[in-house]
Structures are given as C-alpha cells and as structure tokens.
T-cell receptor, first 112, second 115 residues
Framework: DAKTTQPTSMDCAEGRAANLPCNHS???????VYWYRQIHSQGPQYIIH???NNETNEMASLIITEDRKSSTLILPHATLRDTAVYYC?????????????FGKGTKLSVIP | DTGVSQNPRHKITKRGQNVTFRCDPI?????LYWYRQTLGQGPEFLTY????????KSRLLSDRFSAERPKGSFSTLEIQRTEQGDSAMYLC?????????????FGQGTRLTVV
C-alpha cells in the first residue's frame, strides 16, 4: 500500500471548516483513500473513503486531486467533539486488501 | 446492533500471566481483524479472519500471541506469558466483504497493563 504524509498537528476554530491535507504521491490506480479518526481512548472511527471522485457523507467531504497524489478531508463546521487524531490511509479496494496501515496521523484541536 | 464489542475494556495483569480478550463483531460481518496500538502510535495490524479461517497471522508479534474465531462469529486473542512490553491497547475491527465496500469498523479496545 502507498505511504501517506500528513501534518503532525492542526488547530481549527469552532464553527469553522477544518481542512486536513494528505499526500499520497505513490498511490496506484486501484488504491482507495480512507480516512479514520480516533478520539482519545476510543477505537478508530471510519469517516469516508474514495477512489478518484470527490465524496461527501454526513460526517465530511473528501476532495481528491485529479492526479490523485493528494487529498483533503473537510469537516464543514468543526465542533469541540471533532478534536481527535485523523488518519489518512491508502489501501487497495478489492477483497484481497485486508490491512489498514496507520501512520501517526494529524492531531486536530478544535478551539472554542 | 450496536457495533463491535470488546471485553474487557481494561485488564491489569502480572508479568508472566496469560490473558485472553474477546471481540464480538457486527453480526453480519464476515471479516474480523486484530490490531495493537501503543502510546503515541497508530494502530498496528496483527491478524485477520474471514469467517472462521485465519488468513493472515504472520504479523502476530511472537508465538506468545494467538487468535481464534471458532464459529466465524466472536474471536479471542490470547497472550501467553505476558511481558511489560505487551502493555498496549488491543483493538478489534470487523467488515463485510461485499464487492468493494470493505470499510472496517472498530471496537473501543481492550487496554492491557502488564505490571
């Protein structure tokens, strides 16, 4: 699976959009971009994933660049409960891909 | 259904003792995964099952670690002769392999402290 690079930490004001970047320059054509987050002392929580089109769900939006070498997770209106470590993971999408390789992620702090 | 359930949530054990953790996956999920997370690091993959078959176990940290999923439902992870370095959060996840829709859902983890 391709390696990802994320900033170590970010701050965001409560109520503003949080934009979390991720670089995955070695991503291959059949690999998906997944985002998970982990609130302190809890298990990771699935947020969203995508292949090449932008994706949106009730939690967030995922914007993938046309060359697929980077992506941005957008939390449109950050709240204090969004303070967490956010992991960007690249993984194959087929049944043969089973492992999530977590890096250290981005620690997002939402500030009142 | 309330998601992936792990028990116990916390376990303190003396060095050299054996411990066993249980994971109950989301009921219709056919894949079950175990991960370990140490302080300040992201989760690290250990092993996984598809139904009752353990398809990957080379990442288990040593031969003191073993996992079972006897009937393709719940799973157990056992650590024999625990060492202080085994202190970590042990996470279980499950997923439904159906086409491309393979996102995994995690439990709250079991935090192990070896004293």
């Amino acid at each position: 699976d391709a390696k990802t690079t994320q900033p170590t930490s970010m701050d965001c004001a409560e109520g503003r959009a949080a934009n979390l970047p991720c670089n995955h320059s070695t991503i291959s054509g059949n690999e998906y971009v997944y985002w998970y987050r982990q609130i302190h002392s809890q298990g990771p929580q699935y947020i969203i994933h995508g292949l090449k089109n932008n994706e949106t769900n009730e939690m967030a939006s995922l914007i993938i660049t046309e060359d697929r070498k980077s992506s941005t997770l957008i939390l449109p209106h950050a709240t204090l409960r969004d303070t967490a470590v956010y992991y960007c993971i690249v993984r194959g999408g087929g049944a043969g891909s089973y492992q999530l390789t977590f890096g250290k992620g981005t620690k997002l702090s939402v500030i009142p | 259904d309330t998601g992936v359930s792990q028990n116990p949530r916390h376990k303190i054990t003396k060095r050299g003792q054996n411990v066993t953790f249980r994971c109950d996956p989301i009921s219709e999920h056919n894949r079950l995964y175990w991960y370990r997370q140490t302080l300040g690091q992201g989760p690290e993959f250990l092993t996984y099952f598809q139904n009752e078959a353990q398809l990957e176990k080379s990442r288990l940290l040593s031969d003191r670690f073993s996992a079972e999923r006897p009937k393709g439902s719940f799973s157990t992870l056992e650590i024999q002769r625990t060492e202080q370095g085994d202190s970590a959060m042990y996470l279980c996840a499950s997923s439904l392999v159906s086409g491309r829709n393979t996102e995994a859902f995690f439990g709250q983890g079991t935090r192990l402290t070896v004293v």
